[in-house]
């Protein structure tokens, strides 16, 4: 199976491309980047193609791409790879807007390619583990759930809310979103929203406090921020406390590491042991792509997502829950 990767603008786009290359079976054949030194850059570390032309790359013999551009550009590579007839893996948020994400579905549901979003998370073993207690009774009702997603501050074009669509909430809210839709099969109804910027002194929001009502009744909190500082251990953190009339079972998704201390700027780090989330997921897209099944984490997924974290921006502008 033939991959290529349309932009490196996102971080996790150089370990989407080692996954694609640690695969048996698949290769890593192209990238195009409209930042040519970042192109150039990519091509020479993964010695393949590179294209400044995405009419070219889209040319190329490929089976499926990859799109870790800036968000606001999700749109425009997700339908131009659609009508290619290639398959996509969009990185997260799937994009900045209810209406982009809807044209984007439907451009492939036309030319009949899969859309997967980019949400690792499902795939770490400790959350899968927390999955299967609920699917089999062990928690009991659920009542409540709480989830955090705090990181460090990536700067660049992630506080560029032109490009981003958003900070921190946009961020690190559509994930853990993803994660409640995933566990429960409920939607969320209702939203209310803080959001501000409590940690850096820049022009968009590092923070939010989310409290969100599900279809069913069920209170969620999420807690979205950019707070951990620059020489934090790793990039941050993903947990999740899931409250049950049988049980309460609380995951942190990172906890599976180790400590390691060492001279220089940055003393102290978690190096990882558990399951990789990132390999999870391009096996997957890899295995939907063979087997021209459904994905697991559809284009409807990422709206779903993405309309909660614009309810909180909406909420926090007006100071009133919004309804969704």
Sequence with gaps: MRIGMMSFAHSHANSYANKVNQLSDTQLVAIFDDNRERGLKA????NVDYYDSQHDFL???MDAVIICSENVYHKDMVVHAANAKKHILVEKPIATTVEDATEMIEACEKNDVILQVAFPV??????????GMMDDGTLGEIIAIRTTNRGKN????????????GGAVLDHTVHMVDI???FTGKEVCEVYGIVDSYFHNIDIDDA???????EDGVVATHDASWSKCSTYPIWGDITIEVVGTSNIVRVDALKEHYRMYEDGDKPLKHIAFGNDMNYGLIKDFVECVKQNRKPSITGYDGLKALEVAL????SNKYNESVKI
Excluded at 122 to 131: H, T
Excluded at 311 to 314: E, P
């Design 122 to 131: 499902r795939f770490n073993y400790p959350i899968q583990q927390l999955k």
């Design 208 to 214: 939010g406090i989310l409290t969100l009502e599900l």
């Design 180 to 182: 409640i839709r995933w």
């Design 154 to 165: 990536p700067g660049g074009w992630f506080i560029d809310e032109v490009l981003s669509g």
């Design 43 to 46: 091509a020479e570390t993964f």
């Design 59 to 61: 040319k190329a013999q």
């Design 311 to 314: 309810a909180a921006y909406q």
